[in-house]
């Protein structure tokens, strides 16, 4: 959600088990082997197909203009055909490459500098955008951020709980919402649970917010309804007087 304009730009797309044996898994339970197997690679081939067929059945249905973000691993980055990959699929799919965004962590980002730069820079090409996650909590070096060819910061949601209860946190995150403006970077806020925490980051002029604040994570074809139920939670809090947001 922008939460400037008051706007649903994007979704996230994550993968979830429901074994029909041990039932419900959750990402924690399953990724970490799967990294280790070398599963992870064709899994997340997988998810970045799925996503952008996803892409291209939404824009059908009416929400042309979001985009999806995509997380990848460490694993899947090092493989020398990974830029091919991403390339073939949305080939493959008809999805838009702008509106496509891979999400890398800040330890995959500082492995390798040279060649990381190098892959960026061939998605950049193409139109694709790439997304620093859970930023802050990793490496927190300023200094790769400017040779890097990245388009947004997501902060990590450990400096959103406390939000409104610890004016470190807040010192911290409004501190990252400016380097990121400095840089021309987008930002987004990740784990944003309360309305006290969306308000905050709306004074802060954070451009972008996710978590379960507006929305639990959800199957596809029920993103109509969760985004008419945001556009009500919005206006609620608009006649409550607590919000500026703009529909």
Known sequence: MNIIKGKIVGVEALIRWNHPEIGFLSPGEFIPIAEESGLIVPMTQWVLREACSQGVRWKEEGFSSLKISVNISSVEFAEPSFVDMILNIIEETGFSPNKLELEITESVA??????????????????????????????????????????????????????????????????????????????????????????????????????????????????????????????????????????
């Open 110 to 247: 500082m492995k390798h500098v040279d060649l990381v730069i190098e892959k960026l820079v061939k998605l950049k090409k193409h139109g694709i955008s790439i997304a620093i996650d859970d930023f802050g909590a990793g490496y927190s070096s300023f200094s790769y951020l400017k040779s890097l060819p990245i388009h947004t910061l997501k902060i990590d949601r450990s400096f959103i709980q406390n939000l409104y209860t610890d004016s470190r946190e807040a010192a911290i995150v409004s501190s990252i919402i400016s380097l990121a403006k400095s840089l021309d970077l987008s930002i987004v806020a990740e784990g944003v649970e309360e309305r006290d925490q969306a308000l905050i980051l709306h004074q802060e002029k954070c451009d972008e917010i996710q978590g379960y604040y507006f929305s639990r994570p959800i199957p596809p074809n029920e993103l109509k309804k969760v985004a008419s139920d945001m556009w009500g939670k919005i206006k609620d809090c608009q006649k409550e007087n607590v919000s500026s947001l703009s529909l």
